[in-house]
């Protein structure tokens, strides 16, 4: 089995930052791409950042030049530096990875999520 656990969330001021991170661990073959939803109350849940194993990034309009995700390979993680925060940030967010555990099929698989708050 494999499974995602998110830390860093909290609640910050508008303008503030936070960083997001998340570890994968079990057993884990290859993990392609890698990323980060969100889910406001009464929302559908929405990409904010992706990025493949070769480290390409796409990020949802609402938080470019503002957001920045990363990976490290050789530990399976995956982090989410948010700045300029707004409080139409507020969300839990959520990690998720394609992983392999065989070398053959890739599912994807969803951390817990960790709720950030951003206050006016």
């Known amino acids: 089995q494999v499974q995602l656990v998110e830390s860093g969330g909290g609640l910050v001021q508008a303008g503030g930052s936070l960083r997001l991170s998340c570890a994968a661990s079990?057993?884990?073959?290859?993990?392609?791409?890698m990323g980060w939803y969100r889910q406001a109350p009464g929302k559908q849940r929405e990409l904010v950042a992706a990025?493949?194993?070769?480290?390409?990034?796409n990020y949802a309009d609402s938080v470019k030049d503002r957001f920045t995700i990363s990976r490290d390979n050789a530990k399976n993680t995956v982090s989410l530096q948010m700045n300029s925060l707004k409080p139409e940030d507020t969300a839990v967010y959520y990690c998720?990875?394609?992983?392999?555990?065989?070398?053959?099929?890739?599912?994807?698989?969803w951390g817990q999520g960790t709720q950030v708050t951003v206050s006016s």
């Open positions: 990025i493949t194993s070769g480290a390409s990034t």
């Open positions: 079990g057993s884990i073959f290859s993990i392609s791409a």
């Open positions: 998720n990875a394609d992983v392999s555990t065989s070398g053959w099929r890739t599912y994807t698989y």
